[in-house]
Structure formats: C-alpha cells, structure tokens
C-alpha cells in the first residue's frame, strides 16, 4: 500500500477501513540468505537495502523484542555530519544525504527535518578545533559555518550572553543537520522491507550461533534453528553479549545512555543546540517537548536506566545554558545501552568467522548513521568488500594504531 | 636579606573575616599551618612510634585528633593532614620532617587550602543542604573528604555545633559564596 | 549508587570516577610483551551483562582505588576490594 | 455570583477569603483549595484544551494525575506552563491564564481540528505531507509545531533560586494516607529514623476526600492526630509538598519539595524548591491507587470526571461540581462516591452500574447493567445518554458525571527499575511486581489493598519486616478500627457500539478509534502502540489512560491483559522543573571559580580574565592608551623578549612524588628516562596514554634524593594525579611512592626574559648567578625570609625562571617583582603573550596536546625510550603510528608577511582542489609574532618534516580565504636556545 495524502483523505472518507498491516508477522523459514540480527534502525536498514539496493532475496531480521525497540526508539533524534576525522565524516556525510531523500525512498514520513545544528564555542581553543572541523567537513563536501557571537545571538537571543560562566563566543553551525522522528525511521524500514519481502520476525532472541568449519550455518533462537548463508549482527548495546556466541570479544563496554523529554510546550528552539562547556544538547519536537540528552552514566551498564547525578548534571548544563528553562518540566527520562568503543568509533566488517559479519560500536551516535549503517552493511553482506565510505571501521585498526578517535580520549570508553 | 612578603588571606584580605547569616557563624582561619604525613613503605612502626614520642595524633580513618600543638586528620591510607599554629609552626615541613626521619613523606599543604571553622547551635540543617554526609549520625571527631558545590573539601565534625572546613584554596569566594546563600536559605 | 568503602563504609559513587574493567589490572610487562598481546589486554573487553570486576577511584573521598564487582543488569555490588591489595595479591610488584 | 459551587463542609478555612484570577476574571477562594477545587467552587468548568483537537477541558481529578485542567500560572518571568490546577494551592492575588487556545478559551480557533478529526487519526501524518521534499521544513512542519506544544515559557530568566541537599534515614514512606501514617507511627515509636513524605500539602492521603472513619472518629481527624503524634517524634521527619519522583540504584530516591509555590513569590533568601537526594535503607511506597475512566463517545466533556475526584471535592473542599451529577460505575467504589454524594446534598441523578447483579442503593436511581453510550454539551455537560440494561437509551439532564472504571495502584516508583507489574485479577489493576528496587516494598492501595483496614494493616506489617531487616524490632499494636470493604469490580473498559469518538488519553486525544486503527496497522505491541498513538506520553504520563489503553488492545487482540504487558514506567513520577534539578549550579554559579595569587593585584591593573578550565587567569592587562588586545599584548611580548616579563602560572599542575622509589615511578609514568635526573635539577617529561598518545607534558624537578616535584599542565592536573594514584596502587603497588597534589600550595610566578636573573636576584635571598643556578636548576630559596623554590625552566625561549612562594605570599610577591622590576621596565604578561612565546618558540600546548598524537607527531619521537617499560611504550609503536608519512609538527610563516593565518585552516599544495583527498592537515595554533612581524602558526603536515621549505596554501574553506605559507621548523626564535642558557 502507497502512502499520500490522497491516500489519508480517501481512507477518511470511508471509516479508515482500507488501511493494512505495515508489516506481517511471519514464523521463521528454515534458511534464508541473509539473517540480520537485531531489528533496530540499523538491522531495519540493513534489510531494506539488501533487497533495494543490492537486489537480495531470502532475507529474514530477527529481533528479541519489538521492532524499533532498541536505540533508535530511545534517543534524541539528532541527525548531522559534523564530524572531524577522516575516517567517519565521508560515512556521515554519506549518511545525512540518504536522510535528505529518505522519506520518499521508503513512502513514509519520519519527518526530516533540517533545522540546522549549532555546536556552541566557549573559548579561543575550542573556535580553533572547530575551524578544523568545519573545514574537514567542507572538504568532504558536507556544509559548516563558523558563527560569531553576534550571528548566534541573533538566532537565539534568550540564550545566556550576558550571565554565563564560560560566555558563549560563536558557533559551528551545519543547516543541513537537524533532526528525524525516530520510531518512524524504524516503522518506515520495517515497512519498506516487508514489501520487499522481507521476514520481520519479533520476539525471537538468538540463544547461539552454528559455526562449522569456521563458518556461519546459522543461529539458535528461542524460536528454534534459523539456517543462514551470511549472518550480520546489528545489536548495539548487546553486541558483547551476541557476538559471544561466536567467542569474540570485542574492544567495546556497554554504558547507559539517558534523554529527557520535558512537558510541551509552544515553539522555543529551532534547531538542535549543544552547549560547549557542559554536558548538554537540545532540540524541540514537533509535538513541543524538548528533547534534550548529555553525558553517559559512565560506568558498564546492561540497564536500561540511569541515575540522578546524570539528570543533576544534565539540568545544570540545561539551565546554565538557558536560564529560561527553569520553569519548564523534566517530563520523562530514560535509558538506552550504547555500545561504546575504544575509540569512540564504530565497527562494520567482516569476522574471524566466515559468513558472519558485524555491525557495532555506535557509541551514543548510531541514530544519524542509520540509513548509511544500514546500507554499507548491506554493501558489505552482499559484495563481500566494505563500502568505500565505512573501509575505516575495521576491528583490526586498534592493532594497526589506526584509532578514530574524534574526542581524543583514548582507550577509554566511557570518555567517547 | 630583603624585606619579608605580607600575606593575603584566601579571600584576598590582609585578615581572615567572620560571616554571619542569622545563626551561622562562618568564620575564616588563617592560623592554622598544615602538612601531609605519609607512611613511606614498611615504615608504619617507625611512623607510629615517631608520632607518639611527638605527641602528633594519627587517628584512624575517617577521624580527627585534637592535640597540642599538633592536631591530625586522617585523609588516605596511611596518610594524614597534620596541623600546627601557623604562628610558631609556618615552616611546618621543617617541624615535623625531623621527627619522622626517611619513615614518612612530609610536604607542606597550609596554602592548599582555605579553611572556615563554621558554628551554630545546630549545623545540621545547613549540613545536609551543603554535602552527602550524614550529620546527624556522625560522631564528634568524624573528619571525611566531601563535595561542597563542585568544590572538594575536608570535613571535621568537631561537635554538632562546631565543623571545620578545608576547601580548595582558588575557590575560598566561590566557597563561601555557597556557604552564605545555603545559609540565608535555611534560616 | 552506593558503593560500600572497605574502609569508608557506605559512600556515593559521585564521589568516584570509573575506568573500567578489573582486567586492565593484568598489564602486561612492555619489554616482554609484543604489540598484539598488548593490544589484546587494552582493548577488547568481556563486557558481561552480570557479574562485573571494575575498578573505581575515590577521587573526591581517600584516592583509594577500588575493584568493585557490580552486576551490569542490576547494579547490585557484590563485593568491594582495594585495588591495592588485589593487585598485591595477584603478585603485582614494581 | 461568588462560589455558586461551594456547599458545606471540607477542610477549607472559610474565615479568610483570598481573591485569584483566570484569563483575567476575577474569582474568590479559600487557604486549603486548589486552584481547581476554586474555579470548580465559581462554577467554572473550561480550564484547557486538549493537545490535539483543542477540545474543552475541565478537571478530570482532584489530583497529581490530572490530564486536562492545565494552566498557565503566574505572569511574567515566573510564567509557569502546564501547570495542573488540581495541584496547585491557592494563594491570594494568584494569576492563571489558559494556555494552547487562541483566541480565547471559550472560542479556539484550533478546534477546527476537531471537525477535521476523521482526517487526524494516529499516525496519519507519518502516511503524508511527504511532497515535494522541501514543504516538509517550510510548510507543514511549521504549522504543526505553531499547533502543538501546551503552555508557554516567556523566554525570560526564571527569577527564583532553588535548592538541593541530601538525607538520610531507616526507613523512607512515600505518601501519607492511612498505609503510610500507619508505616510511620510503627518506625517512629520504634525509634528509626524516618522520613514520610507526601506530595499533598496535607497529609492524609485519601482520608482527607473520604468521609470514612477511622478509630471512630472522622479519618481526616485520625490522619490529623497521627501527624501530630510523629511531630512530636525527633527521629521522623515529615515533609509535605514534597514529592518522591524515582528511585534510584541501593536506596537513593529523589524527592521535590515545593518550598515557596503556595506563596506568590518566596521569602527573602528561600529556594522555589529543593531537590532532595534521600539516602534510604528502606523504602515503603504507600502511593496509593489512581483511579481510571471508562471509554464511552464523548466523554471528555468538562463535567466528565472520575468519580472519586467529584466525592473529593465535595468532602475535601465543600465544592458540588454540578448542581445534577450521574455516576457512571462498574465497582462498588463509585457507589461510594454517589452516596457521599447524596449525602452532601448533591442531586444525583442517576447511578449507572456496568454491573447486572447486586443490591441497589437506597434513595438514588439505580441502573443495573447500565452503561453511558454519549454525552452533550459543547462547553460543559449539559446530558448524558444512557443505555439501560434492556437497550433502552435515555437522556438524562446532568452538569456533572462522576465514572470510575476501577482504581489502578501506583505502581510507577516500584517499577523504575524496570520490574513490571503484576496483574491482580481481584481489583482488576496491577500491582508492584517481585522484582523492584531492593529495599522497596509497597503497602496499602499501592499494593494492590484498597480498604482503609487493608492500608493501616499493611502500613504497619510492612514497616515491622522493613526495620525487622535492618535489625530494628518494632511492634504491631492494635490498629484503629476502619472499614475493611472487599472489592467488588467487573471489568468494564469501554463501550462499544456507536460511531463517535470515545477518549482515552484526554491530553493526547487518543482515543478508542485509534487504538483500532493501530491494531489494524499491526502496531499491537504495547510500545508500537503507545508510540504510534502517543497514548501516555502526554504530561500525565497516562496515570489515567495507560491501563485502559493496554486493556482495549487486549481485547482487541484477543490476548489478556498481563499477556499484553505494560509500558515501561520511568522517573520522574511527576513533572519536575529543570530549575530544581539543577539547583544553585547555574548562571556564574554553574561551576565555582578557582582564581590565582595574583588575581586581586591583576584586577587592580584592568586585566582582561580569561576561563582556563575552571581558572580564571589574566589573558592581557591592557595599558591606557591601548585600544585593541594586539597592542597590550604585542608590548608584553616585546618587553619580555627584550628586558622581563612576569607571568602567574600557579594554574599548572604540582604534584610532590616522595619515596625510594620516586625515581623507578617516574620513569614508568613518564616516556622519557627520569632516573638519571641528578638532585638539584629539572627535566621536562613526556607522558603517554597506555595507547602511545601522548597526552601530557611537563617538568619534574628532583629536589631532594627522593624527592620531586612534578608540574602538569593545567587542563590535566586532576588526571594526572589520579593516573599517578593508579600506577601507585594498582600498576605497582610495592614501589614506595608517596603522592600529594600542591598546585594551590604554591604561588608560582614565570619571570622571563634577558633581565630575568638581575630582577629576581634583587628579590632573592640567596647568588643565583649562572654558576650556583645552572639552567635547568631547581632549589630551595628565600625571599625576604620566606621559603620558596626556584625553578630555571623556559617555557618563553628566554632566559627564564619559574619562582614559587607559599600561596598566601604570591599578590605580595608580584608587587615586589613589579617594584623590583620598574627599573627593567618589567611587566607583567597574560595568557595570550604567553601562547605567542611558546609558538615562536615551538613549544606544544593545549592545541598540539589533543589527544590525537603522538610524541614522534610532535618531533618529539626520540623522547620516547624503548630501553624502559614506560606507560604508552609498547602501544605507540604500532605501524599507524610510525608511519613516516605521518602528521609531523611544522612551523608555518605566510610568505608575504601581511598575510593572515588562521588556526584551523587546512593544508593545500598549490593547484590541489578542496577536497578531502588533498588534505594536507592543518594549523593548530596561530599567533601573532611581534618579534618576526608577521602571522606565525604551528601546524600538523602529512609528511611534515619533509616539507621544510616548501610553500603551500592555508586554506580556510569556512571564511573562504587562503594563504600561501612556507612550511618551516617550528622553532622560530632562537632555535639554538642561547639565550634559555643566557
């Protein structure tokens, strides 16, 4: 069924009668092609561009518990391509132009919407690492400009200028960052797949994986063997715990991300703020809530929750940022886990086991990859060779010393 | 030799000065000299001893010991913070480093800190505004590192009426900034 | 959380700051170790979701370096150590 | 008229009258209402609108769950949205506006959605607005969101203060009607240490709404006498106004205590509220039950309520909300609520009982297996339809309908952990699950035991088993007498038939049609369907709606409804204001100052401060006549480089390393070999990250023969302490090392430049010539008596010394170099002369230092020895990092001398399009060097250090300029280094 207006006003008009299933449930097959691991944005995506793009069939995602119930239905919604390194900005610039064409490549609205994202300056050093930034990002082709005092005061002038204790001294802006509905990027891909013919099969945890020979036969699931040619885990947060199976340990920790939601409220923000001198970042949702999120609890965490000195802090940054929130609500909190890597950096590549591939590390940045998440891991399934904009993300760069370390932190994940 | 330096209090004064909010008494001491003693390794017997025939306390964790002309606080495992009156005592490492020998490592710490003695007739209330220490139930003598505002500091409960502070020096005005408003808000 | 003090008793974990698993205890000697053997302790990790071994620092309490063993699910400690003795133990010298 | 509504009776002091206003019209109430139960008692039912279709909404409670009536309170920068009129107290002169209508409550021109509501059912913007891509952003997007949101912020700085602190007890209770009194008075008379905390400005709970008694006399009453009873207890703490909104790991709760929002503007001094951290080693969640609404067209007409809130507001505030009340029921608790009721005077029209069996109530219409099929009125509740058992409908004239479809525990705090709830088939509702936070159990109607006995039971036996945990033995006494009613319920969720629209998220306008539809779309899982609806999300978090909605999906699906699950319930349980959460720690208060020794004399000067960190250093001190910061600093630079300049650099971290050992740690800790530095001497020092990046850099001075003194730089003083703290203890725990932080012991001055020796030597005490004091020296000397070290160490290129005196010397010890130093025309110089110095020089800093490089990138490989087992060592030989063609630390001039650089800007040949493959690396920090006259920067290259000599262009793609540059050795002044041995 095709999504439009037409489409709405049509059902409207006849009691809404017409509208179908936006995906099926099926029972596991007995072997597929391809069986992705993880029915999060990412697996979703990786689906989705397997049959689309890369003309697969015999593909099944398998996922523990609902569709989008993971990481891409638990964080802040932000979408963007500022990043420094080589290594990731072509994959995130890759990235935001798939968001760009997005909803009418899969007929469904997640609302992207480019509101532009500001990355607040507080001091001289930090104005010097973002014209570094932002001059990489041009290179990659992605847009950055480096805004004065003034130019931010003029885009948000009851932010704090005149009290602040690190006083604001410009901004990076990227106009074509902004933000997305997240549920809808899952629902759209799970859609986008099950017409695709894809098996979206929930409530099915992968309990162990087959391996013969060194390589991938399939996995045990609580719904019974499921066989594979390939097998490609997209689990974020859990990824330790599945590629266990497999008896690898990856160079990542699990940590507890916590976002904020307030009270609605009429229309405050534009676009999405980070403060530079606290941990805190900002947009509001086109419902009015602000969506708002800072640092990782900081310790390994398989939760789901967090704690109050995270919100303190979180708040602290909110209100030293902007002293008019002091009156709004915190509405709602709550907690996802992040795969954070050594590096800060994530891993799509190949395993020591043939046939079995795996998706990872996203730290707490994995929502703005997910279109190219998906379709460098679909790239890599089904050719066998990483796409040219994700070859960095390799297991093996830790070896090698080829680090992508954006923050310069170190061999220490919960500092990414 | 050249005139000798004239010393500014933490707060940026020629004196220490008392605040008072209502019946806090928040009073700034700039009397008081200050130095680290720490058990060099395998010396805990010869540090014992040292300390007893100087008659400096070495209270065990989490404690304080008064004492004459030197008082101590436990800070880590086999360290502790000594004081002494500042006004015979300035040189505090060239006190104390000869009654100990090589057993400990002594280093000066009097200007690390600022230290406010803080008085009422009842401190709890203000306490559990100010930090995560559990007043009330604290005994008399309890000494313990805490958060005051983002700003690290030493505890001594001395009575439930009387505590000394230890905050870090750069911060004494941010620190009793804090102090203050706590203490206008409470009453 | 409440991290409970061997020596301290009770305290907020606030007052600490966590670098991670236990296993970086085991560093390797670097004039013995070769590079991937190396690589191998600093970075890949078990990551348990469970029973965990970490190590936490006192940093606004005593300096004391912990090895807390915490459950990653439920958070719930077990077993809190100084990091010093263990690492006497595990015969961990100059 | 004045409070048309008010009747007799309540716990309202009728002997003063305050005077409020909504939307401008001025009404009359009383100390002990809400602002609700006030407008109720004026006859005003329309207090809002709903989020989506902007229907008209009245009051759905009489407390912290309500979905409808929110408001704007106050005015101006106290301007409050979303504020539930149910919760709020009354004060006089207090200010509410309705929020989310235009123009005006009574006529909102956003209800066309209303009409359009066939169009705008769940999801259905996730079907369209999708062409051309564009319109999405610039026009649909912002007619949505000029639509939504609720209330407003006035984009004003709130003006009041919060507050935060900790407390700590045995035993915390979590509400204070009969469970949680009861827990208390049990802990209390056993001597714990207790805290009772109720969200309620009276505590009570539901006693204060009933009209039961308890110990024969009025429960409010008994409520009143067990407050006073633990008043007088030292060890129990009560606090009203006080709401616990989650808990957290081992025992920690927040609770927000709303210390001034009864007041117009709080007292002088006093916090708005006080976040309180509660450290408890056991918790009694006595939260009580909220009840639930029936799904039936049309019923969210103001005037629809639940009918415990009707019963409330006549028992608690003598307020009859409608002049003809129905009460729609499916439980002998909504009998209750018809009966007080009718016992208050109130006309009740019509009972209408979902049930088909049982007796009928006496002296009230009664109507058995009756259900409400519709309502009317557009404003307010002019009718309600009713179908009879038999299917007979009938239209009954009535201003207010109570309904209750059941009461739901609240079971939201034991279940922040993640623990799901328990379905209990006897109330139909669900109860805390096995699972919760430890520590935690819950009594009364939290738990699923909704009688007053069952509560004061269960308060106490549950306060026994919580203190009997912690070994505190306390006593089960006699409880006072009180009903003990069993439950008598039939599950009644919606009803069916009829083609309006019947709510069951009021806020959200989710409805029972949308819940079809996402059963349809095969959104059946309770998160699919609470995403794509919205049901819940709204302010009220679906305390009212959510176990309804799950229900509805139930018997869609076929499944049952523990079968179907919940949603997950997360902290906070009610909303809280950012401003709580983050206390003091705002505006410059955010983080508090640390400032140097010589701070006060730098102000004296006009010096421009700079944030360093937490620091505040100055970065300049302008002289008069100086109208730009170049001139100031130009001059302290050429100064300094031709007589003497003098800088606080106390910021840079001290750390004193004791112990025979001291030498053997330093040479783990740091890549460069520190056991040979003789006693006396200084050494500047590398450190790496155990991953070969190098990520400090400093000079360690050997004062003694176990003794040193490290200096850091200032970013990482803290880091470095707890990574030395780390090697001690845990790397290698039998060196003997001793360890202590002394950055603020010490006021330590750089005095730099050709006069450098001549001025100190007129301050010191003691011959500091080149022979007694060598560069590279360290010692301990005098100044006028006072102790102080001396360090002749150059971060300038100058010949330069680094002196330090105890802190409280330093302001003494700058106006005596000053004075000293007047005839060397000697100044004093901030941080930005200080940064030109250490380029020209070729020194690394902040820039250089990021994280991302390593000492051989810096041209400083040969300082990592591989003869020791150093942190870092092992890992910074890995093959990425040793690559020759590697970023290399290189000097850049631009070649003509006018031309300007900027740090950040990137490195391309001649010829080579912007492109990321044409990247060469960039400029780290720039300055301007008054010395060569022109723009200098230091920069990493690919390949650097081949590329001496070479020109490229610096490239600033965001201010679209360029450069042409000549790559040369960062050094550039004085590369030899014969004037740091002057």
Known sequence: MRYSGFRVIAEALTGHKGWKPVWRDPAPQAEYDFVIVGGGGHGLATAYYLAKEFGQARIAVIEKGYLGGGNVGRNTTIIRSNYLL????????????????????????????????????????????????????????????????????????????????????????????????HDAVAWGYARGADMRGVDLIQNCEVTGM????????????????????????????????????????????????????????????????????????????????????????????????????????????????????????????????????????????????????FNGGWCYGGFKATPASGWCFAHLMAKDEPHKVARAYRFDRFLKGLMIDEKGQGAQPNLH | M????????????????????????????????????????????????????????????????????????????????????????????????PLFGD????????????????????????????????????????????????????????????????????????????????????? | MIINHPILGPRDSQEFVYLGSAE???????????????????????????????????????????VVTRNTVTHEIRSVELARDVAKAMGRTK | MSQENRISGGQIDRSKTWRFTFDGVSYQGHPGDTLASALLANGVRLMGRSFKYHRPRGPLSAGSEEPNALVQLRS????????????????????????????????????????????????????????????????????????????????????????????????????????GLSAALTAGRAGARVILADEDFRMGGRLNAETLEVGGQPGADWALGAVAELSAMPNVRLMTRTTVIGAFDHGIYGAVERVSDHLAVPAKGKPRQTLWRIYSRRAILAGGATERPIAFENNDRPGVMLAGALRAYANRWGVAVGDRVAVFTNNDDGLRSAMDLKARGVDVVAVIDARKDGDLLPGVRHLKGAEVVDTAGRLGLKSVTIRQADGRTETVAATALGVSGGWN?????????????????????????????????????????????????????????????????????????????????????????????????????????????????????????????????????????????????????????????????????????????AGRSRGKEFKPFRLTPSHKWAEEQGAVFVEVGMWLRAQWLPRPGETHWRQSVDREVLATRKSVGICDVTTLGKIDIQGTDAAAFLDKVYANNFASLAVGKCRYGLMLREDGIVYDDGTTARMGENEYVMTTTTANAVLVFRNLEYARQVLWPEMDVQLISTTEAWAQFSVAGPNARKLLQKVVDQDISDAAFPYMGAGNITVGGVRARLFRISFSGELAYEIAVPTRYGDALVRRLMEAGQEFDAIVYGTEALGVMRVEKGHVAGNELNGQSTALNMGLGKMVSKKKDSIGMVLSQREGMVDPNGYRLVGVKPVDPKGQLTAGSHFLEHGAAPVIENDGGWLTSKVYSPHLGCDIALGYLKAGDQKIGKRMRAVNLLAKTETEVEIVSPHFFDSEGERLRG
């Not at chain 1, 209100?319 to 709004?328: E, N, V, Y």
């Not at chain 4, 007053?452 to 088993?465: E, K, M, P, Y």
């Open chain 1, 86 to 181: 080589d290594g990731n900005e072509p994959f995130y610039e890759f990235s935001l132009k798939l968001w760009e064409g997005l909803e009418q490549d899969f007929n469904y609205n997640a609302m992207v919407s480019q509101r532009g994202i500001l990355n607040l300056i507080h001091t001289d050093a930090q104005r010097d690492a973002f014209t570094r930034r932002g001059n990489a990002m041009i290179l990659n082709g992605a847009d950055a400009d480096l805004l004065d005092r003034e130019q931010v005061r003029a885009m948000y002038p009851w932010l704090n200028f005149d009290n602040a204790r690190f006083p604001i001294k410009g901004g990076l802006a990227q106009r074509r960052g902004g933000t997305v509905r």
């Open chain 4, 76 to 179: 101006g920068a106290r301007q409050e949205p979303n504020t539930r009129a149910t919760v709020a107290e009354l004060f006089d002169g207090l200010e509410a506006t309705s929020q989310n209508a235009w123009p005006s409550l009574k006529f909102d021109a956003m209800a066309i959605n209303d009409r359009l509501n066939t169009f705008f059912t769940a999801g259905f913007y996730y079907k369209t607005f999708m062409w051309p891509a564009s319109f999405w952003e610039k026009v649909y997007e912002p007619i949505i969101r000029r639509a939504a949101g609720l209330g407003a912020l006035t984009r004003q700085e709130d003006p009041d203060d919060y507050d935060k602190g900790f407390l700590h007890c045995d035993l915390l209770v979590i509400g204070a009607g009969p469970a």
């Open chain 4, 409 to 581: 525990p609240n079971v939201n705090i034991s279940s922040h952990h993640r623990s799901r709830p328990v379905w209990d088939e006897g109330i139909q509702g669900f109860v805390p699950g096995e699972d919760g936070p430890p520590g935690l159990t819950a009594a009364g109607a939290a738990a699923g035991v909704l009688s007053t006995h069952g509560a004061l039971a269960g308060g106490q036996a549950q306060a026994v088993a919580a203190l009997a945990d912690l070994g505190i033995a306390a006593k089960a006494g006699d409880l006072p007498r009180a009903e003990d009613a069993p439950v008598s319920i039939v599950p009644k969720w919606y009803v069916s038939g009829g083609k309006g629209r019947a709510w069951i998220d009021p806020q959200n306008d989710v409805t029972l049609k949308d819940v079809k539809l996402a059963q349809k779309e095969n959104f059946s899982s309770v998160e699919h369907l609470k995403r794509y609806t919205t049901l819940g999300m709204a302010t009220d978090q679906g305390k009212t709606g959510n176990v309804l909605g799950l229900a509805v999906m139930a018997g869609l699906t076929g499944k049952t409804i523990p079968e179907t699950g919940t949603t997950i319930y997360r902290p906070p349980y009610t909303p809280v204001a950012m401003g709580t959460l």
């Open chain 2, 2 to 97: 050249a005139d000798t330096l004239h010393a500014l209090t933490a707060l940026g004064q020629a004196a220490p000065q008392t605040h008072q909010v209502g019946p806090y008494r928040i009073e700034e001491r700039f009397d008081v000299a200050l130095a680290s003693v720490a058990i060099r390794k395998g010396r805990a017997a010869d540090v014992t001893r040292a300390a007893q025939a100087a008659g400096i306390p070495l209270p065990e964790a989490a404690r304080f010991a008064a004492g004459n002309p030197y008082s101590a606080f436990w800070v880590a495992p086999e360290m502790w913070f000594v004081e002494a009156p500042f006004a015979t005592h300035e040189d505090i490492v060239a006190a104390v480093k």
């Open chain 1, 210 to 357: 087959r391996i013969e020979q060194g390589r991938i036969k399939g996995v045990e699931t609580t719904r019974g063997f499921i066989g594979a040619k390939k097998v490609g885990v997209a689990v974020a947060g859990s990824s330790s715990k599945v590629m266990a199976h497999a008896g690898m340990r990856l160079p990542m920790e699990s940590h507890v991300l916590q976002a904020f939601v307030s009270e609605g409220l009429k229309p405050l923000i534009d676009g999405v703020i980070t403060f530079g001198a606290g941990h805190f970042y900002v947009s509001q949702s086109d419902k009015g809530g602000l969506v708002f999120g800072g640092d990782i609890d900081g310790y390994n965490s398989y939760a789901q929750r967090g704690n109050l000195p995270v919100i303190e802090d979180v708040a602290e940054g909110g209100m030293a940022l902007m002293p008019a929130i002091g009156r709004a609500r915190l509405l709602r909190t709550w907690g996802g886990i992040m795969d954070m890597s050594m590096d800060g950096s994530p891993i799509i590549d190949r395993t020591p086991v043939e046939g079995l591939y």
């Open chain 2, 103 to 187: 057993a400990a490592s002594i280093t000066e710490q009097t200007d690390a800190w600022v230290r406010f003695d803080l008085s009422a007739p009842d401190l709890g209330p203000l306490m559990e505004r100010l930090c995560n220490v559990d007043f009330a139930t604290a005994p008399d003598g309890f000494a313990t590192r805490t958060v005051i505002e983002h700003i690290g500091c030493y505890l001594i409960r001395h009575t439930a009426g009387a505590v000394t502070l230890y905050g870090a020096r750069s911060s004494a005005k941010s620190l009793l900034h804090c102090l203050e408003v706590t203490a206008a808000a409470v009453i």
């Open chain 3, 24 to 66: 970086l205890m085991n560093r390797p000697d670097g004039m013995t170790t070769g590079v991937e053997a190396f690589h191998n302790w600093l970075y890949n990790r078990d990551n348990p979701a469970g029973e965990h071994r970490e190590l936490w620092y006192h940093e606004q309490g005593d300096r004391s370096w912990l």
